[in-house]
T-cell receptor
Framework: DTAVSQTPKYLVTQMGNDKSIKCEQNLGHDTMYWYKQDSKKFLKIMFSYNNKELIINETVPNRFSPKSPDKAHLNLHINSLELGDSAVYFC??????????????FGPGTRLTVL | AQSVTQLGSHVSVSEGALVLLRCNYSSSVPPYLFWYVQYPNQGLQLLLKYTSAATLVKGINGFEAEFKKSETSFHLTKPSAHMSDAAEYFCAVRPRSGYTGFQKLVFGTGTRLLVSP
């Protein structure tokens, strides 16, 4: 009965490869997010989707392409992986009510290592 | 833009001692404030949140935080540390407005809590 799940948990790959990370939430939320946590534990938002529409797109290389096939899923595809892409990627979800604090629920993370 | 500052990248306490983790925000309007905890190799879990009801907020695992507008602070405390409290703690801020949809959650740089026996 996991609320926000991500696959895979670990991903080790070579520079230049293309890889995807999948995220699913069973909370019925309408908003999903991707965060990147670097080696110093700093967390930064990358993308956010509301009802399958992109609403937040931070300054992220266009090698990163999120896709939301439905409200419950948000996948992250990364092309031409670079060493600097090594990090932990977290998916999160929330229900966006106007005027509310909209608590975000996080997945367990995907540790990406680029060799 | 909203920002949040966590003083001290590492805090060390002895088991049973008071835990104090500091968080200050910058905003002309008091935002929504959150404390998250991240245990090793896990995702983030919400400890507590300030949404303007009470200024003293109680969370899970015996943690609490007090919102002080005059000091623009939201420090996290626990009266008695336990070994299981060792983790990374993040303060986060989200703007408060008439419609808070699509507003980013901005995280502090985190504080690692070390608990010694």
């Amino acid at each position: 009965d996991t609320a926000v799940s991500q696959t895979p948990k670990y991903l080790v790959t070579q520079m230049g490869n293309d890889k995807s990370i999948k995220c699913e939430q069973n909370l019925g939320h309408d908003t999903m997010y991707w965060y990147k946590q670097d080696s110093k534990k700093f967390l930064k938002i990358m993308f956010s989707y509301n009802n399958k529409e992109l609403i937040i797109n931070e300054t992220v290389p266009n090698r990163f392409s999120p896709k939301s096939p439905d409200k419950a899923h948000l996948n992250l595809h990364i092309n031409s992986l670079e060493l600097g892409d090594s990090a932990v990627y977290f998916c999160a979800s929330s229900q966006d009510w106007p005027g509310r604090y909209n608590e975000q629920f996080f997945g367990p993370g995907t540790r990406l290592t680029v060799l | 833009a909203q920002s949040v500052t966590q003083l001290g990248s590492h805090v060390s306490v002895s088991e049973g001692a008071l835990v104090l983790l500091r968080c200050n925000y910058s905003s002309s309007v008091p935002p929504y404030l959150f404390w998250y905890v991240q245990y090793p190799n896990q995702g983030l879990q919400l400890l507590l949140k300030y949404t303007s009801a009470a200024t003293l907020v109680k969370g899970i695992n015996g943690f609490e935080a007090e919102f002080k507008k005059s000091e623009t602070s939201f420090h996290l405390t626990k009266p008695s540390a336990h070994m299981s409290d060792a983790a990374e703690y993040f303060c986060a801020v989200r703007p408060r407005s008439g419609y808070t949809g699509f507003q980013k959650l901005v995280f502090g740089t985190g504080t690692r809590l070390l608990v010694s026996p």
